[in-house]
């Protein structure tokens, strides 16, 4: 009885849930110190101090009844204004509260957007490896999934891109920096990805829209930055959710800016607003968003990610793994020591370490390991992962 | 370059804007004790106390990372757990934590809901007068809507509905209590409705669901209460929002009852905590599931909106208005005096005083009333009223 569209869901989620089951009892049977769960993408630091005092103030001095009750679908015009002027101070742009709207995280917002721009069987591409629910979001609106073969440093493979976009590609979606694989685009790859953008908007004489979704904005390393989108491209959107940077991922909220430069923007602005209405997210949590008004530009101490990274990195290349050093985010893309990653995955069990196959992001050969974990727990996966890479002649 | 699914919607949009600054005009105009606006369904009473406390509380209480962090799509057990307590020492059931689901708002748990069970063009039964947003929610799903025509009285109309109930019939969608015509279901109703649908399972030999959408469920006069559907149907959905029980729309906090009776109901229970996770929600806000489990069978003090419906309802039946005496929600439906109920409306705006057109609820011929305002601004309006009266040589 339950919809086709949902059918096979359904039926994997009781795979990913026997994973979940499969974790717990090895936690039950070795004790939590002697099991490795790298599966999770779930923030391991805490929320700045900040939040839970700033939610104290905000109850104590607002008005209950306005506190909590509804505004514009867009959310409240002085939190629009706040993010806006952060925004602007942020990367020299000049956004009014008329870019911004206030979404239930970044889930949410890339489902008003495509929900208000595509029609049945436009096309989205997608770069390989990618977070396995774009698929769900794209087919929710009845759009096709057009997928980009990875290249093997994991950045966007811009000659398949050109052979795949063709007059029906109605939207890009990329990540930056990029779950799974931890890359960061660089200024010049987003540079050469608008270039092959504009061209195909000339040729095919229509907009195609550039959806950036950014929960890990702020999660990059070695001083890097990521590039601001709407600099490069004219029609951009950019999907950002405080769920990472604050570690907040339970409370839903987030922001979608619509540029000026978008075409059509004021009712592309207006259709993502009803979006939010019609989809039945009315409007991010409204706490929540004037929580975050008072916290713009802080975040938790995002340098632990780094930390990780590095002990995770140095100590799994030197044991002869291979994998591309993650530039941003909390995860780490290694190369399977052979060619069936599950083999791997289910050898590494036997070790009590839990890592996610790459086949879940459309790239198999390849494990996400997840290091959003405490910095001892890695400390002592790594005589594991040593033992396991014997189990596969690595570094000898 | 708006998805054509979205495009009248954003046309129609700018006819809302324009209603709503024309509101603002006449404040500006005549002042906020001069103006006297019935059109918006806001709660007009407080939260009760304890939720800020409560708030408060669980923030200086609980873990932060765990508090706003990610929990399972159907929301957190306790909370879940502590729901189904709460509905079984209310309703004398047995729910457990598998017959409940948090959701962002009553809104989004109709979502879920219809993405988990809608094929293209099946279809969803609605009765006149209905919440127009039901239109949106079918559509998303591809569903075809059908409507039944109103009773003088507004109950549901039984002999239309088995005239159209078919084999492409999927599901009912009903409001109980209603908005906008302010009556309750009565236990005979429900009973008579349930019948129907039993009859047509049986001849069309397959499940039909009743969605019932009650988030005015404690909003009832006169000592009444709204019948719990489960007790008399099978396949029968509840959908529940603390928007108006507690004064918290802006928040998008309720749940959704998937009883054991329902047919395939832990393929239906998974697939609607799937929808919650695909259609972007993720969970409802997790901060505020803490909170209401802590507020179970609290509410605002909703006997303002009954002292509102008394004088409302005497004051205008005293002028020679028609209308059926509300028994339940904030919302009263008035015959409007001419046939073109925005006749009506435009000469009210004379008078300053603002309603929404029935035919906004799919029904003209009527005016929507939203008493979830001041007792004093109702006292006001009713002189108002008057005069409004003479206009149309009522009650002479």
Wanted: charged residues 25%; hydrophobic residues 35%.
């Amino acid at each position: 009885m339950v919809s086709k569209s949902m059918e096979n869901l359904v039926k994997n989620s009781s795979t990913i849930r026997q994973m979940f089951e499969e974790g717990n009892n090895l936690i039950k049977k070795y004790g939590k110190e002697n099991v490795f769960d790298f599966s999770i993408g779930n923030p391991s630091v805490n929320p700045p101090k900040e939040l839970n005092s700033s939610i104290k103030e905000i109850v104590d001095n607002t008005d209950s009844k306005e506190l909590h009750g509804y505004m514009s679908n867009a959310g409240y015009e002085d939190v629009r204004i706040n993010v806006a002027n952060y925004l602007n101070n942020e990367f020299n742009t000049s956004f009014n509260k008329q870019n911004i709207i206030m979404c239930c995280g970044a889930a949410a917002g890339l489902n008003i957007i495509l929900k208000s721009i595509l029609n049945p069987d436009d096309e989205v591409i997608i770069f390989k490896p990618y977070f396995m629910e774009y698929r769900n979001y794209i087919s929710n609106y009845n759009g096709k999934i057009v997928e980009i073969e990875a290249l093997e440093d994991f950045t966007p493979n811009l000659e398949d891109l050109k052979n795949k976009i063709n007059e029906k590609t109605k939207a890009i979606i990329i990540n930056n920096p990029n779950n799974p694989s931890g890359v960061l685009y660089s200024e010049d790859i987003i540079k050469s990805l608008s270039n092959v953008l504009y061209k195909a908007q000339e040729k095919y004489n229509h907009d195609i829209f550039l959806i950036s979704d950014e929960p890990y904005r702020e999660i990059v390393f070695d001083g890097k930055k990521a590039p601001f989108i709407p600099k490069y491209y004219n029609n951009s959107f950019i999907v950002y959710s405080y769920s990472k940077s604050l570690s907040i991922p339970g409370e839903r909220i987030g922001y979608v800016i619509v540029p000026d430069e978008i075409n059509d923007k004021e009712n592309i602005f207006n259709a993502i607003s009803i979006a939010n209405r019609i989809l039945g997210f009315i409007n991010a949590p409204s706490l929540m968003q004037k929580v975050l008004s008072k916290l713009l530009g802080k975040t938790s101490d995002l340098s632990e990610y780094e930390k990780n990274r590095d002990l995770l990195y140095n100590g799994l290349t030197d044991l002869g793994y291979t994998c591309i050093k993650p530039q941003g985010t909390f995860y780490l893309f290694l190369k399977s020591p052979v060619e069936d990653e599950k083999e791997f995955i289910e050898k590494a069990k036997k070790f009590n370490i839990l890592m996610v196959p790459g086949s879940s992001f459309a790239c198999p050969g390849y494990v996400r390991i997840a290091f959003c974990v405490e910095y001892e727990m890695i400390k002592r996966a790594l005589p594991k992962f040593k033992e396991l890479a014997k189990e596969f002649n690595l570094g000898v």
